[in-house]
Nanobody, 115 residues
Framework: QVQLVESGGGLVQPGGSLRLSCTASGIQLSEYTVNWFRQTPGKQREMIAQVAGRATKRYADSVEGRFTISRDNAKNTVYLQMNSLKPEDTAVYYC?????????WGQGTQVTVSS
């Protein structure tokens, strides 16, 4: 059974940093493109970062230069390092993979950026 678990969210002041983790069971994340999404109330889920293969990475314009996605295959985990956080980064963050026709999501982790 495939399971994705996000962790690392919390409350941080503007300008601060957090590192989110997405740990998988039932699959090897290294074999998949892994995406990070975020969602705020009343808005659609937005993809903000993606890692495909060993080192192909993409970022949304809103996070480019501030966020970094990376893999640790030994830990079967994908990270999202978030620096220079802004209040508008406040959201629930989800990791996602697609296997065949099916999307898998974690339960999400809340990130709140506020002074």
């Amino acid at each position: 059974q495939v399971q994705l678990v996000e962790s690392g969210g919390g409350l941080v002041q503007p300008g601060g940093s957090l590192r989110l983790s997405c740990t998988a069971s039932g699959i090897q994340l290294s074999e998949y493109t892994v995406n990070w999404f975020r969602q705020t109330p009343g808005k659609q889920r937005e993809m903000i970062a993606q890692v495909a293969g060993r080192a192909t990475k993409r970022y949304a314009d809103s996070v480019e230069g501030r966020f970094t996605i990376s893999r640790d295959n030994a830990k079967n985990t994908v990270y999202l390092q978030m620096n220079s956080l802004k209040p508008e980064d406040t959201a629930v963050y989800y990791c996602n993979i697609r296997s065949g026709c099916r999307d898998y999501w974690g339960q999400g982790t809340q990130v709140t950026v506020s002074s």
